[in-house]
Antibody, heavy 118, light 107 residues
Framework: QVQLVQSGAEVKKPGASVKVSCKAS????????MHWVRQAPGQGLEWMGI????????TYAQKLQGRVTMTRDTSTSTVYMELSSLRSEDTAVFYC???????????WGQGTLVTVSS | DIQMTQSPSSLSASVGDRVTITCRAS??????LNWYQQKPGKAPKLLIS???SLQSGVPSRFSGSGSGTDFTLTISSLQPEDFATYYC?????????FGQGTKLEIE
């Protein structure tokens, strides 16, 4: 069965960086793009970007350009999302989600809480 | 960017009620519209893709319709487990924007 397992919660200081991992299993890793979505406390879903695990190409939300980097490791079927220059407004739950063949997010990770606080 | 606007933002209803949530896109997106359900502390769950395609395992009381810019999610007879927040998302073009969400609460 398809599973996306994310790394654990993080607490970071303003200005620092965080790297969240998402390990995929149960399907051919390189056959499906992966999205990242975040959700600030009590707020809605915000699309962050997408990575093609096969070639590594990425597209990021313009708002996060220059601060977000998505990478992948095909040997471990893991995608990573790194966000730099963290500020308090980046406090959120970060989700990875598989982009199904029908252009929808069909499987989601459990979420990773990143807290930015001095 | 395509803006997705849901209405209402919140909705109070009772078990057994029929409810409809609307999602409007700022430009045409054909039927590249998905609906997700999210319960507190959980990841979103895909309910409907391509505007009207019910995902496997999702109860048939959920249905979706629309094309172009206007879409609806209908729950024909609310059940206790349906009280949650619902989001639409367009998958027509990047950035793949979400609506702001509709919180469905028990009346």
């Amino acid at each position: 069965q398809v599973q996306l397992v994310q790394s654990g919660a993080e607490v970071k200081k303003p200005g620092a960086s965080v790297k969240v991992s998402c390990k995929a299993s149960g399907y051919t890793f390189t056959s499906y793009n992966m999205h990242w979505v975040r959700q600030a406390p009590g707020q809605g879903l915000e699309w962050m970007g997408i990575i093609n695990p096969s070639g590594g190409s990425t597209t990021y939300a313009q708002k996060l350009q220059g601060r977000v980097t998505m990478t992948r490791d095909t040997s471990t079927s893991t995608v990573y999302m790194e966000l730099s220059s963290l500020r308090s407004e980046d406090t959120a739950v970060f989700y990875c989600a598989r982009y199904g063949s029908g252009k929808h997010l069909d499987y989601w990770g459990q979420g990773t809480l990143v807290t930015v606080s001095s | 960017d395509i803006q997705m606007t849901q209405s209402p933002s919140s909705l109070s209803a009772s078990v057994g009620d029929r409810v409809t949530i609307t999602c409007r896109a700022s430009q045409t997106i054909s039927t590249y519209l998905n609906w997700y359900q999210q319960k507190p502390g959980k990841a979103p769950k895909l309910l409907i893709s391509a505007a009207s395609s019910l995902q496997s395992g999702v109860p048939s009381r959920f249905s979706g319709s629309g094309s172009g810019t206007d879409f609806t999610l209908t729950i024909s007879s609310l059940q206790p487990e349906d009280f949650a927040t619902y989001y639409c998302q367009q998958s027509y073009i990047s950035p793949y924007t979400f609506g702001q969400g509709t919180k469905l609460e028990i009346e």
